[in-house]
């Protein structure tokens, strides 16, 4: 079964800089679009950045600061943060919307456990 791993979360202080990673593994097909949301206590889950193809788009509340990327051969996201602010707090959870490599199945979406960034000084 396809699962998407993050890693990179954790405290950083106001101004900093943190890179979150996300890999899917198992057997994937195909990846249309990958990107991270967050939720902040007592928050829904939004969005903060995804990336299809060469497109991006972002969260205006990170635009200039937070930047998507992604390695298709490892089929791999990363959201490198910078110039964090304690707003920034939140679980961030990775997101793909892909077609696993298992018979009939076709696009659909999928989450990372979360992983949580914490802003303090």
């Known amino acids: 079964q396809v699962q998407l791993e993050e890693s990179g979360g954790g405290t950083v202080q106001p101004g900093g800089s943190l890179r979150l990673s996300c890999a899917a593994s198992?057997?994937?097909?195909?990846?249309?679009?990958m990107g991270w949301f967050r939720q902040a206590p007592g928050k829904g889950r939004e969005l903060v950045a995804i990336?299809?193809?060469?497109?991006?788009n972002y969260a205006d509340s990170v635009k200039g600061r937070f930047t998507v990327s992604r390695d298709n051969a490892k089929n791999t996201v990363y959201l490198q943060m910078n110039s964090v602010k304690p707003e920034d707090t939140a679980v961030y959870y990775c997101?793909?919307?892909?077609?696993?490599?298992?018979?009939?199945?076709?696009?659909?979406?999928?989450w990372g456990q979360g992983t949580q960034v914490t802003v303090s000084s």
């Open positions: 997101y793909a919307y892909l077609r696993p490599a298992i018979s009939g199945s076709g696009f659909s979406n999928f």
């Open positions: 198992g057997r994937v097909v195909s990846i249309t679009s």
């Open positions: 990336i299809t193809g060469g497109n991006t």
